[in-house]
């Protein structure tokens, strides 16, 4: 088992930035690949970055591409995702979940945070 928990959410402007975190306990970090994902009200829950177990590799949506930073410190068994510039349409609950596989597929993901909300006012 692994329990992550999700902070760092909150309210900011357009062009902002914001850091959400995720810090994992349970079973090894450093072992899973690692995943955030959001979630729009009446919307099903979307891909937005990805990273592997050593940072070594990363994916992006390309929504998010050049704005959104994804990272991890495996002594501190977090995960981070810096955003820059947020436009309103990146409000959501974003979410982290750990994987076995570097992936963009929802369905790959075992474990999943609670959530943390992110509004970016216009």
């Known amino acids: 088992q692994v329990q992550l928990v999700e902070s760092?959410?909150?309210?900011v402007q357009a062009g902002g930035s914001l850091r959400v975190s995720c810090t994992a306990s349970g079973r090894a970090f450093s072992g899973h690949h690692m995943g955030w994902f959001r979630q729009a009200?009446?919307?099903?829950?979307?891909?937005?970055?990805?990273?592997g177990w050593s940072g070594g590799t990363t994916y992006y949506a390309d929504s998010v591409k050049g704005?959104?930073?994804?990272?991890?410190d495996n002594a501190?068994?977090?995960m981070y995702l810096q955003m820059n510039s947020l436009k309103p349409e990146d409000t959501a609950v974003y979410y982290c979940g750990a994987s076995s596989a570097t992936s963009k597929d929802v369905r790959r993901y075992d474990y999943w945070g609670q959530g943390t909300q992110v509004t970016v006012s216009s």
């Open 8 to 11: 760092g959410g909150g309210l």
């Open 76 to 78: 501190k068994n977090t």
């Open 67 to 72: 704005r959104f930073t994804i990272s991890r």
């Open 41 to 51: 009200a009446g919307k099903e829950r979307e891909f937005v970055a990805a990273i």
